[in-house]
C-alpha cells in the first residue's frame, strides 16, 4: 500500500514539475515574440517567469533528493569504507531533514502566512504574493518524506553484514 502511494506521489511530483516547466518554456517564448516580433512587451510575462522559476528549482530539489541527484562530494566519500559512507549517509539524510522542516515547513509556512496576511500582491499579475511562497513549504515536505526514507534506509543498513552489495548507487527512495 504505501509503495503505491509513494509511487503514486512520485510520479505526480514529475509531473507537475514537468507541467511547470512547459509553461515557463511558453511563457518565456510569448515574452520574446511579444517583445521582438509585437514591439510590444508582454507586462505580466517576466513576473509569471520568475514565478515559475522558483516552483522549478525547489519542486525539483525534491525530485533530485529522492533520485540521488544532488550535487555532492562523490570522490571523497567513495573513498570511504562502506560502513563510514553508510554512516555519512544518515548523517546527511538527517541534516537534510532537519532543514526541511525547520526552515522550509515551519518557516515556509510562516512566510505564507505572513505574506497572505499582509494581502501583498504581485505587480505584474496582481495575484497574493503567498500563493508564490507556497512552493517553499510544498517543496520542504517532499524533501522531508524523501530524506526520512534514506536515513531509515541507510540506518536499516547498519545491522547488516557490510559489503560492497550492500551499498548501491541507487537513490534512497528507489528501493522503497
Not at 31 to 46: A, C, H, I, N, Y
Not at 90 to 96: E, N
Not at 104 to 121: A, K, P
Request: hydrophobic share 55%.
Amino acid at each position: 500500500m504505501f509503495v503505491k502511494i509513494k509511487k503514486m506521489m512520485d510520479k505526480s511530483l514529475e509531473i507537475l514539475v514537468m507541467v511547470v516547466v512547459g509553461v515557463l518554456v511558453i511563457d518565456v517564448l510569448w515574452q520574446v515574440f511579444t517583445r521582438k516580433v509585437l514591439g510590444d512587451p508582454s507586462k505580466w510575462t517576466e513576473e509569471l517567469a520568475i514565478f515559475l522559476l522558483i516552483w522549478v528549482s525547489l519542486l525539483g530539489a525534491a525530485v533530485a533528493l529522492r533520485r540521488g541527484a544532488h550535487l555532492g562530494i562523490d570522490y571523497f566519500v567513495e573513498k570511504l569504507a562502506i560502513r563510514t559512507r553508510l554512516f555519512t549517509e544518515v548523517i546527511v539524510f538527517a541534516l537534510i531533514c532537519a532543514f526541511s522542516v525547520y526552515i522550509m515547513i515551519i518557516g515556509g509556512i510562516d512566510l505564507v502566512l505572513s505574506t497572505l496576511e499582509m494581502d501583498q500582491r504581485s505587480s505584474g499579475l496582481n495575484i497574493p504574493v503567498g500563493y508564490v511562497y507556497l512552493a517553499v513549504p510544498i517543496s520542504g515536505a517532499f524533501m522531508t518524506l524523501y530524506s526520512l526514507i534514506g536515513f531509515f534506509e541507510r540506518r536499516g543498513n547498519f545491522g547488516q553484514k557490510c559489503d560492497e552489495s550492500l551499498y548501491t548507487s541507487k537513490s534512497a527512495t528507489d528501493v522503497i
